[in-house]
Structure formats: structure tokens, C-alpha cells
């Protein structure tokens, strides 16, 4: 059971980065699926969710109308498209599957994790 995200990277602000999250070993496909991040000296935050079928997403207030999460099933993987890069995004991204098609914003509530990809955003 392996999640493994990718796209990271230097950025200037106001530019754009995507992620992606791939999930080996045992069929996500289905899974609610979200990426928190994480700033230096801060906890790690929710930032987007998406829910199994992939109809519906959530997305936490600062992020809103600048990113945009998606999922492919047939390829196990989920994506965070970042447009209208901030500094205040500066963050190790890790995306995260649930044991079931719901989602939450709750960090407790995912039982799998990735192993995080460095996103830093330049003034």
C-alpha cells in the first residue's frame, strides 16, 4: 500500500504547479481522496478533498477559486492543479486516501498517506 506524490517545486509567485498522487499495491480507486500540507513550524492543514466518484470536492477558504483537485479512477491517481501561487502556499504537499468513497477535512480521518512533495512559492 503505497501512495507516492509528484510535481513539486520552485515557483514564483503568481505562477502555477500540479500535483499528482499515484496509489500502488491495492486499489484506491474509489477512495475519498484530499491533499493537506504542511509550512515550516506549523501543523499540517487541509486543503482539498474529493470524494470517491469524484462529483464532489471541498477546498479550504484560502485555496478557493486558485486550486482545483481532480482524480483519474482508471489510473488510481488524484491531482491538486495550483494556479495563483502565494508564498503563504509554501508547504510540503501530502495527499491522503480514506477507507471509504466519503471525505472529511480531518486529518485523523485518512488512513493512508504519501509521502509529501515540497512546494516553495517566491516572492
Known amino acids: 500500500v503505497q501512495l507516492q506524490a509528484f510535481g513539486g517545486g520552485l515557483v514564483q509567485a503568481g505562477g502555477s504547479l500540479s500535483l499528482s498522487c499515484a496509489a500502488s499495491?491495492?486499489?484506491f480507486a474509489w477512495y475519498g481522496k484530499a491533499w493537506f500540507r504542511q509550512a515550516p513550524g506549523k501543523e499540517r492543514?487541509?486543503?482539498?478533498?474529493?470524494?470517491?466518484?469524484?462529483?464532489?470536492?471541498y477546498y479550504e477558504d484560502s485555496v478557493k477559486g486558485r486550486f482545483t483537485i481532480s482524480r483519474d479512477n482508471a489510473k488510481n491517481t488524484v491531482y491538486l492543479q495550483m494556479n495563483s501561487l502565494k508564498p503563504e502556499d509554501t508547504a510540503v504537499y501530502y495527499c491522503?486516501?480514506?477507507?471509504?468513497?466519503?471525505?472529511?477535512?480531518?486529518?485523523?480521518?485518512?488512513?493512508?498517506w504519501g509521502q509529501g512533495t515540497l512546494v516553495t512559492v517566491s516572492s
Open positions: 492543514e487541509f486543503v482539498a478533498a474529493i470524494g470517491g466518484s469524484g462529483y464532489a470536492t
Open positions: 499495491g491495492r486499489s
Open positions: 491522503a486516501a480514506a477507507g471509504s468513497p466519503a471525505v472529511s477535512t480531518t486529518i485523523s480521518y485518512y488512513h493512508y
